[in-house]
């Protein structure tokens, strides 16, 4: 039995679609904004393999336990992706881990 009907699923769809949309255009605006410490970052780890927080800091060229509220102003930290409409569905974050490695 469907709990929606295709009506609001297809409402439901078009919404998330939005997000994803949304979110993909503010990453990739992220990453041409900070493409030269992405890629110290990612020649760091191929250098070393893994970098512990001091070090992945270290190579983006950042100081190292930067709060959180700088970080973001500088973009060393994820900030949230856009808002969407009062009427969307909402989504969730992840958390940011602390070790960065180059292996799967």
């Known amino acids: ?6 009506a ?3 409402l439901i769809d078009a919404q998330v679609r939005q997000l994803i949309d949304r ?6 605006e992220l990453v041409g904004q900070h493409r030269d410490q992405l890629e110290a970052l990612a020649a ?3 250098k070393q393999e893994t970098l512990d927080e001091a070090d992945a800091y270290a ?3 950042l100081p190292s336990k930067v709060p ?5 102003a500088i973009g060393a930290a ?3 992706p856009p808002r969407p409409d009062s009427e969307t569905v909402s989504a969730g974050a ?5 070790t960065l490695s180059s292996k799967a």
């Open 1 to 6: 039995m469907r709990e929606t009907s295709e």
């Open 8 to 10: 609001t699923q297809q």
């Open 23 to 28: 979110a993909h255009s503010h990453v990739i």
């Open 44 to 46: 760091a780890l191929l």
């Open 59 to 61: 190579a983006a060229g």
């Open 68 to 72: 959180v509220s700088v970080a973001i």
């Open 78 to 80: 994820r900030p949230e």
């Open 94 to 98: 992840n958390g940011h881990g602390r």
